[in-house]
Nanobody, 116 residues
Framework: QVQLVESGGGLVQAGGSLRLSCAAS????????MGWFRQAPGKDHEFVAT????????YYPDSVKGRFTISRDNVKNTMYLQMNTLKAEDTAVYYC?????????WGQGTQVTVSS
């Protein structure tokens, strides 16, 4: 029903920026809250950012607050994560998520590597 494809990952130097995109298929995209999560090797899955279905509210943990910005375009069916002032500890696979009650979809992830 909903397919999610991440893009925009890659290798960047510490202090640099990347913009991740999550392109969604499905005509009900605008009814889903969405978010970004990440997982570094040997570490737990970590919340990065979420955005409500309308885009009216966003949420971030302290680890990325002030550096990352989540946004969405419900006309283009795309969600974004703008990552600025990247740190080595941001290195991880980043996953896109769309969710409603009893309805959750995940992308397959995009690698972000930050070199110091």
């Amino acid at each position: 029903q909903v397919q999610l494809v991440e893009s925009g990952g890659g290798l960047v130097q510490a202090g640099g920026s990347l913009r991740l995109s999550c392109a969604a298929s499905g005509r009900t995209f605008s009814t889903y809250a969405m978010g970004w999560f990440r997982q570094a090797p040997g570490k737990d899955h970590e919340f990065v950012a979420t955005i409500t279905a309308s885009g009216g509210h966003t949420y971030y943990p302290d680890s990325v607050k002030g550096r990352f910005t989540i946004s969405r375009d419900n006309v283009k069916n795309t969600m974004y994560l703008q990552m600025n002032t990247l740190k080595a500890e941001d290195t991880a696979v980043y996953y896109c998520k769309a969710f409603r009650t009893e309805d959750i979809y995940w992308g397959q992830g995009t690698q972000v590597t930050v070199s110091s």
